[in-house]
């Protein structure tokens, strides 16, 4: 039986648990489970002695594509820490010991960033790692990279790191889906007054024209500026998590279709209209709490208007690329 879409989302949501608790061997153990079951040449390098492992901590030899792990409790203080074991370690422990059992072609240091992110001097320390040694790729492998692995994995392996999945029907109070995990998100980032999103994307007043925007126009044309939250959220975050959000927000714009067909009574003036209250309704239906009722809405619209701009709800006017 395949998992419904919700219960993936619990599954990642459980996962996004672990990472945050992992340090350590703890994180490094997490890792290579799930690239065992990933990767059919993967193998994990036990240290040994005093000699350790040189600098792998696991390897695929066929590939000549090798793993160092670094998974430090708070990844935002470690970031030096981080550059000098990077530097330190390729050269005078992973190279010289292990390009002869299989040539290094590609040098990945897998980072427990708890979702927080890169940064410039380790990405620049490992492409200067890439050019000087010739390799085909030398990148950093964060948490989100290491969640798009767990999400492909087969049903019964996922379960096996999760240590099971409740069902949706058994959780009716906790809020787990994408979206709320969105807004708690949005919630705790500081608003940019900068304005750094482009106010007048184009074809953006063409659209909201097009699909019979009235009432609700202004509410698209005054988030337009916010949308730079969500861009900061998917680049901390999966593939996975990524299409999950679009697929969501396109499912929810379907089923405003349905509610709103061409053979409904309502004026045809008002079915923009009518569709965009109806996706706001299924984003952030009201709970009864003033405060947190109005903070979600707010999310809410933020994220319709940055996918109505990139055109995942609501249609596209003809030509628009042109």
Known sequence: MNMTPQEKQLARVIFKLKIHEADGFAYENLFAKIMNYARADFRKIRPYGNQGDRGNDAYEPQAGRYYQVFAPEDPGSKTQEAITKVEKDFATKLLPYWNSVAPVREYFFVFNDKYRGTTYPLENTLAAIRVTHNLNRAQVFLAPHLEDVFMGLDEDKIFMIVGGVPT???????????????????????VNHALTSNLTAPDFDKKIQFNGLKQTACYLQSKQFETYQIDEYLSRNSDFAKANLRDHLATLYSESLNCYPESSPFPQDDF???????????????????????????????????????????????????
Do not use: W
Not at 171 to 189: C, F, K, M, S, W
Not at 284 to 307: C, E, Q, S, T
């Open 168 to 190: 949706p029907e058994s959780l009716p109070n906790l809020d787990y889906g994408i979206i709320a995990e969105v807004i708690d998100y949005v919630r705790t980032q500081h």
């Open 272 to 322: 923009g209209d009518l569709r965009f209250v109806t996706i706001m309704e299924k984003i952030a239906p009201l709970r009864g709490n003033p405060d947190y009722d109005r903070l979600r809405r707010d999310v809410a619209l933020i994220l319709m208007a940055k996918y109505f701009e990139t055109c995942d709800i609501f249609e596209e006017p003809p030509h628009a690329a042109t």
